[in-house]
């Protein structure tokens, strides 16, 4: 367990919680790697476009679209440092009872999942590479730019939710799923 994360988590517990881990997301640069690549990738595309000797009609068409690109690069970059804060400020707790996230960019925002729903139809838990999902069956959204990665939008009317770049995923998984059976 985590003893910062504790911290976060304690005053969140309800009478009878107990808190059974806490952590927070390790290694995210292999998630915002793949962010940096297509910030790259797009501002060489802007570069490009706008170096290009071409004729009238041509150029004009290519400077727009290089200005274009230029505005999403900053978009792009702007996503990347709000997903960093993001999970730079996200503590993942387990108790006894519901999984409790706490994130936030300024005020620290808490979701909590009661564990017996892991139980009905409506929502399961899995777990993808570093990240357990609690999630409804065969329905998947994704995140959108300046969300919490941890809760996406609720575009569906669905619950899901994330813990994202776990060191012991396989771990946490199995701590909710045993979690969960206890409250049947």
């Known amino acids: 367990m985590d003893p910062d994360a504790s911290v976060v988590i304690t005053p969140h517990l309800l009478a009878r ?10 290694d995210t640069s292999s998630l915002l790697r793949w962010r940096a690549v297509v ?4 501002g060489v595309a802007a570069l490009a476009m706008h170096a290009l000797p071409l004729d009238s009609s ?5 400077d727009l679209n290089s200005i274009l690109l230029a505005i999403l690069v900053v978009v792009l970059t702007a996503e990347a440092i ?6 730079s400020n996200t503590v993942y707790g387990v108790t006894n009872q519901r999984v409790i996230i706490v994130s936030g960019l300024r005020e620290p925002e808490v979701a909590a999942i009661p564990l017996d729903v892991l ?3 409506r929502l399961r838990v899995h777990r993808i590479h570093r990240t357990v999902e609690l999630s409804p069956p065969l329905n998947r959204s ?3 730019p300046f969300t919490n990665p941890s809760v996406p939008p609720d575009w569906t009317g669905s619950e899901w939710y994330r813990l994202l770049a776990l060191e012991e995923p396989l ?12 409250l049947e």
């Open 17 to 26: 919680e107990t808190l059974l881990w806490c952590g927070r997301p390790h």
């Open 39 to 42: 910030i790259v990738l797009v």
């Open 58 to 62: 041509l150029a004009e068409r290519a």
């Open 82 to 87: 709000v997903f960093h804060r993001y999970l």
């Open 119 to 121: 139980n009905t139809p």
């Open 142 to 144: 994704g995140t959108i």
């Open 171 to 182: 771990q946490v998984y199995y701590l909710i799923v045993e979690s969960a059976h206890k």
